[in-house]
Nanobody
Framework: QVQLVESGGGLVQAGGSLRLSCAAS????????MGWYRQAPGKQRDLVAE???????NYADSVKGRFTISRDIAQKTVYLQMTSLKPEDTGVYYC???????WGQGTQVTVSS
């Protein structure tokens, strides 16, 4: 069965960095693109970064140049390196397949100004 466990969130000041991790089971990275989604308070959940099954990254305009998605196929882990964080990056971050399937619990990221 599919299980996604996100970690690495926390409270950080604007301009700071965080690295999120997602341990995935029941999903083959060779056949599924993976993404990081963000749900800001009171807003819908949006895809901010994805890595295709072939390993190519794509980013939402709002995070381009600041966030980097990567994966370790052997460890079945997806990462999101976030730098130059802004208060508008605040939200719960989830990893999932693209398109999305089963959701994990997410990890909270709070960026203070």
């Amino acid at each position: 069965q599919v299980q996604l466990v996100e970690s690495g969130g926390g409270l950080v000041q604007a301009g700071g960095s965080l690295r999120l991790s997602c341990a995935a089971s029941g999903i083959s990275f060779r056949f599924n693109g993976m993404g990081w989604y963000r749900q800001a308070p009171g807003k819908q959940r949006d895809l901010v970064a994805e890595i295709t099954r072939w390993g190519f990254p794509n980013y939402a305009d709002s995070v381009k140049g600041r966030f980097t998605i990567s994966r370790d196929i052997a460890q079945k882990t997806v990462y999101l390196q976030m730098t130059s964080l802004k208060p508008e990056d605040t939200g719960v971050y989830y990893c999932n397949t693209v398109p999305a399937g089963h959701w994990g619990q997410g990890t909270q990221v709070t960026v203070s100004s």
